[in-house]
């Protein structure tokens, strides 16, 4: 399954029933899961692993040193987990010592044309990354977070699960779950209600959310006097937990 064009290096490892479309270039240190079909045009190098029933299409490159003047050309890691599907033109980079040293993508997320994903980033699973979003250097992203097309974000920034950030944003501090951002810089605009049913949240549970959400952003309750409000509900919404545990570690203040 393996195009004659494509250079394959003899020490990479690559699993059964994986595609390699034409001119395709896979390094030493690269590690291929089985049923991963890789299109043509793709670059897949640095100490790169990929696992299982990945789509990856063409011109991407994967596993490309960081952008990042620190870094030396240690043998820093792209770590990519499974079902993923990432479109045409996306750039993950490898980490940096300076953080851990591995950029990490989760299970079952929809990457988009000309995504980019910048080292030492760790995302989650079942995120989706509309065409042109990136992402600076050390950035989380939580489960189930929508980026839109061409949105950006900032550097050691947090995206919350289940967020929504519309297209053409700029996130310049961290975004908490369930919450909606826009603008530039963005700021909040409710929370991602139609996310949440389509995911199987109970009304009860959307509620609370809003709930939580009008005591930080509408209340005008200091944050410190916001969290602890927020704490008790989530003692009755299990929901909120997440919630309240996000606000209350913000390294870069959050979007407000």
Same mark, same amino acid.
């Given at each position: 399954m393996i195009h004659p064009t494509a250079i394959?290096?003899?020490?990479?490892r690559i699993g059964d029933d994986v595609e390699i479309g034409p001119y395709s270039i896979i390094g030493e240190h690269v590690e291929v899961g089985n049923g991963t079909r890789i299109g043509p045009h793709v670059v897949i190098d640095g100490h790169t692993r990929i696992g299982r029933d990945n789509r990856i299409f063409q011109f991407c490159s994967l596993g490309g040193e960081p952008q990042d003047k620190k870094y030396a050309g240690e043998p820093t890691r792209l770590e990519i987990g499974d079902r993923n599907t990432i479109r045409e033109s996306c750039t993950f980079s490898t980490g940096t010592i300076q953080d851990g040293g591995a950029t990490r993508i989760g299970n079952?997320?929809?990457?988009?044309a000309y995504a980019h994903i910048a080292h030492d980033c760790q995302v989650g699973s079942h995120t989706i990354f509309a065409n042109n979003a990136s992402l600076a250097g050390h950035v989380h992203v939580g489960d189930w977070a929508i980026l839109s097309g061409f949105s950006g974000v900032h550097q050691f920034v947090?995206?919350?699960?289940?967020?929504?950030?519309?297209?053409? !944003?700029?996130?310049?501090?961290?975004?908490?779950?369930?919450?909606?951002?826009?603008?530039?810089? !963005?700021?909040?605009?409710g929370i991602n209600s139609e996310g949440l049913r389509r995911r199987g949240f109970t009304p009860e549970a959307i509620s609370a959310i809003k709930k939580a959400y009008r005591t930080l952003y509408r209340s005008g309750l200091s944050l410190a006097e916001a969290r602890e409000k927020i704490d008790a509900i989530a003692a009755e919404h299990s929901e909120i937990r997440l919630f309240a545990d996000?606000?209350?570690?913000?390294?870069?203040?959050?979007?407000r």
């Open positions: 394959v290096h003899a020490n990479a079952d997320n929809w990457i988009m947090r995206v919350g699960e289940h967020s929504f950030c519309s297209a053409n !944003a700029l996130l310049l501090q961290d975004l908490p779950p369930y919450v909606t951002a826009a603008g530039q810089p !963005a700021s909040p605009h996000f606000i209350g570690v913000s390294g870069r203040g959050l979007v």
